[in-house]
């Protein structure tokens, strides 16, 4: 029965499109808004509008950044012979999160899918072939999924570096038991890694 | 080992404070927002200015508007024999998706609480004591939460009806078994006040 749609009912749509946020959620997002202070609504609009006009690739490594180059690659303290390949910006965040390593990372914007059209070309690949070439990484880390693309992505990127002759140890994310996992639930393919991969005691 | 604090930082902790988003949900809002369409974020950000900007309590019912009266009030082809009243405007999206009632509304923007120093005066109360002397309504219908403060609310305001010899019949919601519920599960509470609301089959 209501005569015509508000800014209420339009914004409850506009966060219902955001990942994760139904429109139950949507609506108790919107009423809080409105109930909220002035100030953190215009914050948020600000700095929502303020992360298109600011944010950008790193010309270095391609994580989003404000500046020309990001933190991570313009830290000269950071380990320079290691170099960790992720597919997004946001997987950065997840290993920094572990404090369990000081190198330097290159994001791939995406992972190889043949089916989906995604080659080479479409993603951050031959930059970082360069980056190999010109600078002094002794290891390469492949952060990836454990996934069939994940997979493809770095075996197809660590024959390429082997084609051109470089002298870089490949490496990627061990595969095994989840800490605090139980044997029970692991499978079958997790637990065959966790065998061929397995640590001395 | 990160520099400075950047937008995206910044962003998340905003998305953060909002009801039930977490700081994982934020980061995915953000990352999405920075893959998203430049328009898209635009929107959004320009439509939680506006809503600040344009919404504000209707002059009748004290329901978000972005006129002077809102959509619900000026519509005369609802019932006018009823008025149903709510805690918060949200609650009227909830009863309208109903389809079951078509009278008018008022929000009273809180239940009474004496501990929190929340009395008639700090509510929406004594407008709708107004509406209903000058009005022709012939029902108050209170949709509160079944609470001890939605209870003592009504309990309340049903006694200042009567108190100005208001000649207006008050009702609330019925409570009782929750549709495809099961009586094993009923609180004792409910099913006591099932049995005294029985209706006939």
């Not at 509008?49 to 010309?59: E, G, T, V």
């Not at 989003?64 to 170099?83: F, H, I, K, M, Q």
Request: aromatic fraction near 6%; charge should be negative; include cysteine.
């Amino acid at each position: 029965m209501k005569t015509s749609e508000t800014v209420i009912d339009v914004l409850i749509k506009n966060f219902s499109s955001l990942p994760g946020i139904g429109r139950k959620s949507a609506s108790r997002i919107v009423y809080y808004l409105l109930n909220a202070d002035k100030n953190f609504s215009d914050t948020l609009a600000g700095n929502i509008k303020l992360l298109k006009d600011s944010i950008h690739s790193c010309a270095v490594c391609g994580t989003y950044t404000d500046s020309e180059v990001c933190g991570t690659c313009g830290n000269p303290a950071r380990d320079g012979n290691l170099l960790c390949v992720v597919e997004n910006p946001q997987d950065i965040d997840i290993i920094e999160s572990t404090g369990a390593y000081e190198g330097y990372y290159h994001v791939l914007k995406g992972l190889l899918s043949p089916i989906d059209g995604i080659g080479p070309e479409q993603l951050n690949v031959f930059p970082m072939l360069k980056r190999l070439e010109e600078g002094n990484f002794k290891e390469v880390i492949f952060a990836l999924n454990p996934s069939v693309e994940g997979e493809t992505t770095a075996l197809y990127i660590q024959k390429m570096i082997e084609n051109r002759g470089m002298k870089v140890k490949v490496t990627r994310l061990a595969s095994g038991l989840p800490v605090g996992g139980d044997l029970e639930y692991v499978d079958r393919m997790t637990l065959t890694r966790s065998l061929l991969g397995r640590t001395s005691v």
